[in-house]
């Protein structure tokens, strides 16, 4: 999985207290042949009337191998799901199917055992009604359609750039800071949108949005793992800055926009896909007398005196 959004999934799994109690449940995994080894924290999307669907995306929980893992294998498996995010909408019914998000070589099919169950929504000020990953912020009214929120305040996570962890070298030129060979250490940084609607005054909508804001903040400053998946290392996610979006017309009249900055740091390794010719095999001959001797002068035990 791309290092970005898998970061931005952690950012968004850090956030679920905002958005309720998770749904959890069990699903059969089955591979298609030979066994495959199933590791923990990976994504699976429910496929509801053919469409994967990343808002209701489910973690893998716990194996019970050594390193938290799971062996699947062509019998099927039965393994437990959870929610990266909270609601009732991530209760999704028996039989769901559900596709790996990247996708895993050898799985043949993963399909729900039954109804999930604990999601709930968080009821009140400030609790967020969803939480989506977006491309960007153009225009405001087309944008809230597209993303397919399903009610507000919601909070839009977008990824901004990343850049060498140090910025600068001696020389002042941008470079990632290495951590070993082929390893380097790069800053990445996300935007959060968040987007409040109330109607029954201008105070309304800015104490809620606000209160969002600082209730984001506080649930990511510093933080380094989520699930037991480490996210953000060697330091946390550090908040960049925050602001108000001032856009114009009646759009911003309807909606307030506040915006957060969040950067994490993660290591980039290099994959070295070359291919080499096989080594050239070297033959020496040697004529060899009749009596075992060879044409080569051979030292064997030689001693050098190094007294000063």
Known sequence: MSAIVQTA???????????????????????????????????????????????????????????????????????????????????????????????????????????????????????????????????????????????????LLSWVDDEPADSASTSMTARATRLGTRKNLYKLTYQIAVISERGESDHARRAEGLEVLDQIAMLLVDRQAIDGEPFSNPSGLQIVKRWRETGGGPTYQRYYVYGVLVSAMVVLSREDTRTFSPWLRTVLNVD?????????????????????
């Not at 449940?25 to 042949?33: E, P, Q, W």
């Not at 060899?288 to 000063?308: C, H, N, S």
Request: glycine share 12%; hydrophobic share 40%; charged share 20%.
């Open 288 to 308: 060899k007398q009749l009596d075992g001797e060879t044409d080569l002068r051979l030292v064997d035990d030689a001693e050098i005196d190094m007294t000063p």
């Open 9 to 155: 999934r952690a950012i968004m799994a850090c956030l679920q207290p905002l958005t309720g109690d998770r749904a959890t449940g069990i699903a059969l995994v089955t591979a298609a042949g030979a066994d495959v080894e199933l590791s923990r924290n990976s994504y699976v999307l429910p496929i509801v009337e053919g469409q994967q669907r990343p808002d209701l995306a489910m973690k893998v929980d716990e194996g019970p191998n050594d390193d938290g893992s799971w062996t699947i294998t062509s019998g099927g498996v039965a393994v437990d799901l959870f929610s990266n995010l909270g609601g009732r909408r991530q209760c999704v019914p028996t039989d769901t199917v559900f596709a790996f998000d990247p996708p895993i070589d050898g799985i043949k099919s993963v399909v729900a055992t039954a109804p999930f169950l604990g999601g709930t929504d968080l009821i009140g000020f400030g609790a967020l009604r969803d939480v989506v990953m977006y491309e960007h912020i153009g225009t405001l009214q087309l944008d809230l359609s597209r993303s397919g929120i399903k009610g507000f305040p919601c909070a």
